[in-house]
């Protein structure tokens, strides 16, 4: 198969991952035979540097001709001072809008192989980590209006009918897929809007009646994440609960660096990258762990390309990479041999084989 992929490098580590991750793939099409073609997309801060725009119109257009598009990060402190509505984030908003990609999926997983690596007890990490959080990607606080008056600022959180009902479908059909328990969490103590997201989960309920639907307030959803995570199958959320409760949700499986995501809408041109940010601090170093994109690569290949073999192969890679005990200093833990980034790649490439 011939498919084009619009590559978005973007700011701080961005780069060093992505080309692990386009190495990756390169390889994989050759095993497959397959071929991929990739157009450089600017946005974020590098952006704001060549155009004066964190996504212009045509870089947009490129990702939404594309057959899907694979990020890195964007953001850092160079761009800090600039005024909101061009901030290089504000560029990934625009994005996932543009493609309209409502439906953000998270994976908490921990692999058996980083256990040590969790802050959490032994005997809670032991009980398995395993569950997805569905985040509303498009709506609600992130995408309402913004304003600063004189001395007060404010942010306005909106969400309709029709917004809801979407994203609990893919909640309740990604539980379906997997334990079939739903858990739609809110703050309906609080907020309409979310109570407006609690009367639509039950009423969809209605149509997936072998999904178990539970409703839990999110402070207490940050709480029990950490108490006892194996009570999670699937998290429906919406957009910012979904942005906090997935960066708790990585750091009890070790580290956010080994997260991947995925974004799709009503296409099979889905967004795909890790959920980490751009780690300035450490760009151009050579040590961040390219695993959260390389792994973001492979759910490009299961979700918008179906190609779940090919998939397969680079999530057996990582796992391969991770049994012989090489580890990028994020992970590092005692008996580990350390690697950089290119090296991380390299590696996984080698262990690339066609099942
Ligand atoms: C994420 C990030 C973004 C978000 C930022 C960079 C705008 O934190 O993907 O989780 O808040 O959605
Ligand atoms: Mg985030």
Known sequence: MVKNIAVIRGDGIGPEI????????????????????????????????????????????????????????????????????????????????????????????????????SPLKKEIVDKGIDFIIVRELIGGIYFGEHKTEGDVATDVLTYSESEIERIGRIGF????????????????????????????????????????????????CAMQIVKNPAQFDVIVTENMFGDILSDEASMIT??????????????????????????????????????????????????????????????NAVSAYLDAGYRTADIMSEGGTLVGCRQCGELIIQNLRKG
């Open 173 to 220: 059909e990604t539980a379906q897929k997997r334990n079939k328990k739903l858990c739609s969490v809110e703050k309906s103590n609080v907020l309409d809007s979310s109570r407006l997201w609690k009367k639509v989960m039950h009423r969809l309920a209605e149509e997936y009646p072998e999904v178990e639907l539970s409703d839990m307030l999110v402070d207490n």
């Open 18 to 117: 992505v080309d692990q991750a386009l190495k990756v793939l390169d390889k994989v099409a050759e095993l497959y035979g397959h071929t991929f073609n990739y157009t450089d997309v600017d946005m974020g801060g590098c952006a704001i540097d060549k155009y004066g725009d964190p996504l212009p119109e045509h870089e947009l257009k490129k990702c939404v001709e594309s057959d899907s598009v694979l990020l890195g990060a964007v953001g850092g402190n160079k761009w800090n001072d600039v005024p909101g509505h061009m901030r290089p984030e504000k560029g990934l908003l625009r994005l996932r809008a543009g493609m309209g990609v409502y439906s953000n999926n998270r994976p908490a997983k921990i692999w058996p192989q980083l256990s040590d690596a």
């Open 254 to 315: 070790g580290s956010i660096g080994m997260i991947p995501s995925s974004s799709l809408g009503a296409t099979t041109c889905g967004l795909y990258e890790p959920i980490h940010g751009s780690a300035p601090d450490i760009a151009g170093m050579d040590v961040a762990n390219p695993i959260g994109t390389i792994l973001s690569a492979a759910m490009m290949l299961r979700f918008s390309f179906d190609m779940p073999c090919e998939a397969d192969t680079i999530e």
